[in-house]
């Protein structure tokens, strides 16, 4: 099983629609992160968490929000879907960078929305 | 604003040709950098950190180098297996991306 799991893995929705995009992690890590990637342009920020009571808005927040349910569990919701949001969005976790680790983040296989 | 630019966007090379990808970043505060590799359809893995200048990292055909303003992942003698997107990153206040460099080997 993956260590970052996202689901749904696709999905095809309509303008103006509630979507939520949940993330599970079995990595035992604190800090969680949701990125968005569209071509050219690499990978965004949105929103990220350094503990259950601990949520930050990240470079492209707006039209967005999120939940930190659990330490293993991070979801991410659009409130009305707009088209371009269509995209394809990462979970990812971390450890705080200390000695024994370099903080690098490990990825879920990302879910692809698609919003008409 | 922390930046990241990676160059070329695409690189297509022959089995065994060796070559360079280009990571050039200002940040305030670097607090190290990173590459990933990103296969289609899948999530980023990390490859390495580098976190001061003159610092190199190698993994099989794999080597990054960083200097104050860029990094280089040197690739000798790829495989088809290379074939990927290779992205850079770096750690300012947070964790900013560049575009990537989409790598294709051809046997």
């Known amino acids: 099983d993956a260590d970052v799991t996202q689901t749904p893995r696709n999905r095809i929705t309509k303008t103006g629609k509630r979507i939520m995009l949940e993330c599970s992690q079995t990595k035992g890590h604190d800090r969680m992160y949701w990125y968005r990637q569209d071509p050219g342009l690499g990978l965004r920020l949105i929103y990220y968490s350094f503990d259950v009571k601990d949520i930050n808005k990240g470079e492209i927040s707006d039209g967005y929000s999120v939940s930190r349910q659990a330490q293993a569990k991070f979801s991410l919701s659009l409130e009305s879907a707009i088209p371009n949001q269509t995209a394809l969005y990462f979970c990812a976790t971390s450890e705080f960078p200390g000695v024994r680790n370099t903080g690098e983040l490990f990825f879920g296989e990302g879910s692809r929305l698609t919003v008409l | 604003e922390d930046q990241v630019t990676q160059s070329p966007e695409a690189l297509r090379l022959q089995e065994g040709e060796s070559s360079s990808l280009n990571c050039s970043y200002t940040?305030?505060?670097?607090?190290?950098l990173f590459w990933y590799r990103q296969d289609p359809g899948k999530g980023p893995e990390f490859l390495f950190t580098?976190?001061?200048a003159g610092e190199e990292k190698e993994k099989e055909r794999l080597k990054a180098t960083l200097t104050k303003k860029e990094s280089f992942l040197h690739i000798t003698a790829p495989k088809p297996e290379d074939s990927a997107t290779y992205l850079c990153?770096?750690?300012?206040?947070?964790?900013?991306f560049g575009a990537g460099t989409r790598l294709t080997v051809k046997p």
């Open positions: 990153a770096v750690m300012g206040n947070d964790m900013r």
């Open positions: 580098l976190y001061s």
């Open positions: 940040v305030s505060g670097l607090r190290g």
